[in-house]
């Protein structure tokens, strides 16, 4: 008897649906003028979102990237801001996948999430005079 109910618990665990489970990663990054600074860590996940938080008086470019591919980049950043970057998609051919639709009738650019596997890199590259400090808080949201 012990042994059907180790099966049957096993059974609803092998059926039971499966979610994705948000989470999120803070990077907390300083630069001097126009220095850079960069923390990575090993991230597996589809990236939903870019939260920049500037602290004091900042400005700089962040850039989020794998070994593969540039996830994220934004120059300019001086205030806070949240920021849900999309890449096109290909076919199998290699080419850019479009559709054709919606307000026009001229082919449009698919895009979806982008995948986190293995180790992403978030760098801060500092855009002020010589003297100045910048401090900003990175946290990307992804799904697991």
């Known amino acids: 008897m012990k042994k059907f109910f180790v099966f049957l618990g096993l059974a609803v665990?092998?059926?039971a649906p499966s979610y994705a489970v948000m989470d999120s990663q803070t990077f907390t990054l300083q630069a001097i003028a126009t220095a850079t600074n960069s923390?990575?860590?090993?991230?597996r996940g589809e990236l939903e979102a870019v939260k920049v938080d500037?602290?004091?008086?900042?400005?700089?470019?962040?850039?989020?990237?794998?070994?593969?591919?540039?996830?994220f980049n934004k120059t300019a950043i001086g205030a806070d801001a949240t920021f849900l970057p999309r890449s096109a998609t290909h076919t199998t051919?290699?080419?850019?996948a479009t559709?054709?639709?919606?307000?026009?009738?001229?082919?449009?650019?698919v895009y979806a999430k982008i995948p986190l596997a293995g180790e992403v890199t978030v760098r801060l590259i500092g855009e002020t005079a010589a003297a100045t400090t910048n401090n900003m808080i990175v946290t990307l949201v992804y799904k697991k």
């Open 39 to 43: 923390r990575t860590l090993v991230l």
């Open 93 to 96: 051919a290699g080419v850019a």
């Open 99 to 109: 559709f054709v639709g919606g307000t026009n009738d001229t082919a449009n650019t």
């Open 13 to 15: 665990l092998a059926v």
């Open 54 to 71: 500037v602290v004091g008086v900042s400005t700089g470019s962040i850039n989020v990237a794998t070994a593969e591919l540039t996830a």
